[in-house]
């Protein structure tokens, strides 16, 4: 058979197949889009999906919810489809195995399927218009579906629109056009490490950091939570014991995301559910990144429970804009007296930060806090910051590359970093 023919009788059979194409962008998301067209749809949906048996008689254009079906009767998804004269829109979950499992059982009976738009460097369809960096568009596209804030997605674009692909694709360009470069080489490679030592900053803005808010009964804790976080997610009230169940919500501090969670407050002679919801704080605490541990204008002297040993501790004392008025009058609560018994080998902090969260007084240089003690404080989006461990590797060498003064080297890791692994 000529060529010619060979391609020929490859469309007609191709014709005849119903084709499955995702609509969707690869990686992972909330829900993919599955559109299987062409002779023979219909028939390769009745093979894997069932539908609910209320759904069983939908009409063209309305939804049926029912099951991605296995070919061994086990359910893969769940699913809603939609059948069209233009197709049928096949409505899954959208991991990356799940979009597998069906376009593959689609597969199997009888679909041919389309493949993703363009793949090169993993999947990611147009590389950036001025930079070929499909690698770092593919690590974008992953790293978005997951981040937090507005900040995180600032950072991540702009490393992919400029950032470190910029710096590779700038020091590449100089390789290969064999210039001497305009810096150094060794501030070449110092540019290079500190993107990539970047990538543990970038690591936190990515996945918030848990910031666990601890301290005596009726300190404050879920008045802070409410300031710090910007709506009343947590119920306060002036009697001593109101939070039992800790509250963890995200708050933007200062645009970097963080999980805060208010908890019960801690005191010696809990009894029953009481000291269930101490031990629960306790455990909050003991898994937290950073702990804000409180203690109210009206407690006297500041302690550090000696299980927070080890433990990333900021001591705020609350309620400021009452300390003029408990300095004269010096009284202290008994919660607070309890709370102490939970400390025995307490050392006294010397200096807390005070803060009103009632006025606001303070809150600022809390926030700061928070973000050095994640070394996020000072966070410039703009700077070139590797984003995925894989980056952060690359531009080590590299810079091992120029500090050995191998451009061969660097140039073969930066490409790696923009494109991907070639051959
Ligand atoms: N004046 C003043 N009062 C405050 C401030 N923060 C909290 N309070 C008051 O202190 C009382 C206790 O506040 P909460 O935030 O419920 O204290 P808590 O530490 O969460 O208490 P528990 O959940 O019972 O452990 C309430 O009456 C609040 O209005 C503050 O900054 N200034
Ligand atoms: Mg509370």
């Given at each position: 058979?000529?060529?010619?023919?060979a391609?020929?009788?490859?469309?007609?059979?191709?014709n005849k197949?119903p084709?499955?194409?995702?609509?969707?962008?690869?990686?992972?998301?909330g829900?993919?889009v599955?559109?299987?067209?062409?002779?023979?749809?219909?028939?390769a949906?009745r093979?894997?999906?069932?539908?609910l048996?209320s759904?069983?008689d939908?009409a063209?254009?309305?939804l049926?919810?029912?099951r991605?079906?296995?070919e061994?009767?086990a359910?893969?998804d769940?699913?809603?489809v939609c059948?069209?004269?233009e197709?049928i829109e096949?409505?899954?979950?959208?991991g990356p195995?799940?979009?597998r499992?069906?376009?593959?059982r689609?597969?199997r009976?009888?679909?041919?399927v389309a493949?993703?738009p363009?793949?090169?460097?993993?999947?990611?369809?147009?590389?950036?218009p001025q930079?070929?960096?499909?690698?770092?568009?593919?690590?974008l596209?992953?790293?978005?579906?997951?981040v937090?804030?507005?900040?995180a997605?600032?950072?991540?674009?702009?490393?992919?629109?400029a950032?470190?692909?910029?710096?590779a694709s700038?020091?590449?360009?100089?390789?290969?056009a064999?210039e001497a470069?305009?810096?150094?080489?060794?501030?070449?490679a110092?540019t290079?490490?500190?993107a990539a030592?970047?990538w543990?900053?970038m690591?936190?803005?990515l996945?918030?950091?848990?910031v666990?808010?601890?301290?005596?009964?009726?300190?404050g804790?879920?008045?802070?939570t409410?300031?710090?976080?910007?709506r009343?997610?947590?119920?306060?009230?002036?009697?001593?014991?109101?939070?039992?169940?800790?509250?963890?919500e995200?708050?933007?501090i200062d645009q970097?995301?963080v999980y805060?969670?208010?908890?019960a407050?801690?005191?010696?002679?809990?009894?029953?559910i009481d000291?269930e919801?101490?031990a629960?704080?306790?455990?909050c605490?003991e898994?937290a990144?950073?702990?804000?541990l409180t203690?109210?204008?009206?407690?006297e002297?500041?302690?550090?429970?000696?299980?927070?040993?080890?433990q990333?501790?900021?001591?705020?004392?609350?309620?400021?804009?009452?300390?003029?008025k408990?300095?004269?009058?010096?009284?202290?609560?008994?919660?607070?007296k309890?709370?102490?018994?939970?400390?025995?080998n307490a050392e006294k902090?010397?200096?807390?930060?005070?803060?009103?969260?009632?006025?606001?007084?303070?809150l600022?240089?809390?926030?700061?806090?928070i973000l050095?003690?994640l070394g996020?404080e000072?966070?410039d989006?703009?700077?070139?910051?590797?984003?995925?461990p894989?980056q952060?590797?690359?531009?080590?060498r590299?810079?091992?590359?120029?500090d050995?003064?191998?451009?061969?080297?660097?140039?073969?890791?930066?490409?790696e970093l923009?494109?991907g692994q070639?051959?």
């Amino acid at each position: 058979m000529s060529q010619l023919k060979a391609h020929h009788q490859q469309r007609i059979t191709n014709n005849k197949q119903p084709v499955a194409r995702l609509l969707t962008p690869p990686g992972r998301g909330g829900i993919a889009v599955i559109h299987l067209t062409g002779p023979g749809a219909v028939e390769a949906l009745r093979r894997v999906f069932r539908p609910l048996p209320s759904h069983a008689d939908a009409a063209p254009r309305t939804l049926q919810l029912g099951r991605i079906m296995g070919e061994d009767g086990a359910v893969l998804d769940e699913a809603v489809v939609c059948s069209t004269p233009e197709g049928i829109e096949i409505n899954i979950h959208g991991g990356p195995q799940v979009v597998r499992s069906t376009l593959e059982r689609l597969g199997r009976c009888g679909a041919r399927v389309a493949a993703a738009p363009v793949c090169e460097g993993g999947g990611f369809p147009p590389a950036h218009p001025q930079l070929h960096n499909p690698a770092v568009g593919h690590e974008l596209l992953q790293a978005l579906s997951g981040v937090q804030s507005p900040l995180a997605v600032a950072a991540l674009t702009h490393q992919w629109s400029a950032g470190v692909s910029r710096l590779a694709s700038q020091a590449l360009a100089r390789v290969s056009a064999a210039e001497a470069p305009g810096i150094s080489q060794s501030d070449l490679a110092d540019t290079f490490r500190r993107a990539a030592r970047a990538w543990p900053r970038m690591a936190r803005l990515l996945t918030p950091a848990e910031v666990v808010i601890v301290g005596p009964p009726n300190a404050g804790k879920s008045t802070l939570t409410n300031a710090l976080v910007g709506r009343a997610v947590s119920i306060v009230h002036e009697r001593a014991g109101t939070t039992r169940d800790w509250v963890r919500e995200l708050a933007l501090i200062d645009q970097a995301p963080v999980y805060l969670t208010d908890t019960a407050g801690l005191w010696q002679q809990a009894e029953g559910i009481d000291a269930e919801a101490v031990a629960r704080a306790r455990r909050c605490a003991e898994q937290a990144d950073v702990i804000l541990l409180t203690e109210g204008a009206d407690g006297e002297e500041f302690v550090f429970p000696s299980w927070l040993d080890g433990q990333c501790v900021i001591a705020v004392r609350t309620k400021a804009d009452l300390l003029a008025k408990v300095r004269s009058s010096a009284i202290e609560e008994s919660p607070r007296k309890a709370f102490r018994g939970l400390c025995p080998n307490a050392e006294k902090i010397p200096q807390a930060l005070t803060v009103s969260a009632l006025t606001g007084e303070g809150l600022p240089k809390l926030r700061r806090a928070i973000l050095r003690r994640l070394g996020l404080e000072g966070f410039d989006p703009t700077e070139p910051m590797a984003f995925t461990p894989r980056q952060a590797g690359l531009l080590e060498r590299a810079a091992q590359a120029l500090d050995e003064g191998s451009a061969a080297r660097m140039a073969q890791q930066l490409g790696e970093l923009m494109a991907g692994q070639t051959g």
